[in-house]
């Protein structure tokens, strides 16, 4: 147990479909982030939040996601119109950041399958 | 870049041999940590060593951390094939904004 829900674990859409993903904490974390790995690949960073404040997004984050965090505890991650290319394991981490020098939590991912 | 890279890529064993895997990144670091990923699993966190730090153990793993070389290695003794992951490096300068190499694939035969 990492200390990090995602929810669901897999998902299969058709393309031109809305997906949404869900990342709980189990406990206090200010900082969130999301990543997207594909096959043989290493996460890539997509975005991350400071409490509900979503402070850096990547290049890789399109138009068409968008995250959230309303209240500073979990988060979601919405794909509109899914594209085949979307297909990969989308994670979760969460950090402590007034406790410097500690490790960051990994979600066990949610692996989308745009069909 | 905070960015870690993995080497070798690959890594194939005997089940009781040790394990050496590398990371090196570019930039001046508050701490480096290294993860394991099982085939279509998430990241699970191994050991986290401080840029003050030359050497650290956990268990079966030691990881060591030269900041004159900017590198890092990752000692897995007495393998087992549960051993058998790919292991990602994850260099931090301070933002937890992670960018990862391609990691290294263990397979550890039995």
């Known amino acids: 147990d990492t200390g990090v829900s995602q929810d669901p674990r897999h998902k299969i859409t058709k393309r031109g479909q809305n997906v949404t993903f869900r990342c709980d904490p189990i406990?206090?974390?200010?900082?969130l982030y999301w990543y997207r790995q594909t096959l043989g690949q290493g996460p890539e960073f997509l975005t991350y939040?400071?409490?509900?404040?979503?402070?850096?997004k990547s290049r890789l984050l399109s138009d068409r996601f968008s995250a959230e965090r309303p209240k500073g505890s979990f988060s979601t991650l919405e794909i509109q119109r899914t594209e085949q290319g979307d297909s990969a394991m989308y994670l979760c981490?969460?950090?402590?950041?007034?406790?410097?020098?500690?490790?960051?939590?990994f979600g066990q991912g949610t692996r989308l399958t745009v069909v | 870049s905070q960015q870690g890279e993995e080497d070798p890529q690959a890594l194939s064993i005997q089940e009781g041999e040790n394990a050496t895997m590398n990371c090196s990144y570019k930039t001046s670091i508050n701490n480096l940590q290294w993860y394991r990923q099982n085939s279509g699993r998430g990241l699970v966190h191994l050991i986290l060593i401080r840029s003050n730090e030359r050497e650290k153990h956990s268990g079966r793993l030691r990881v060591t951390l030269d900041t004159s070389k900017k590198s890092s290695s990752l000692l897995i003794t007495a393998s087992r094939a549960a051993d058998t992951a790919s292991y990602f490096c994850?260099?931090?300068?301070?933002?937890?904004?992670?960018?990862f190499g391609t990691g290294t694939r263990l397979k550890v035969l039995a």
């Open positions: 994850a260099p931090n300068t301070g933002t937890y904004k992670y960018i």
């Open positions: 406990s206090e974390h200010n900082r």
């Open positions: 981490a969460i950090y402590n950041q007034d406790r410097e020098n500690t490790e960051a939590f």
């Open positions: 939040f400071q409490n509900e404040a979503q402070l850096e």
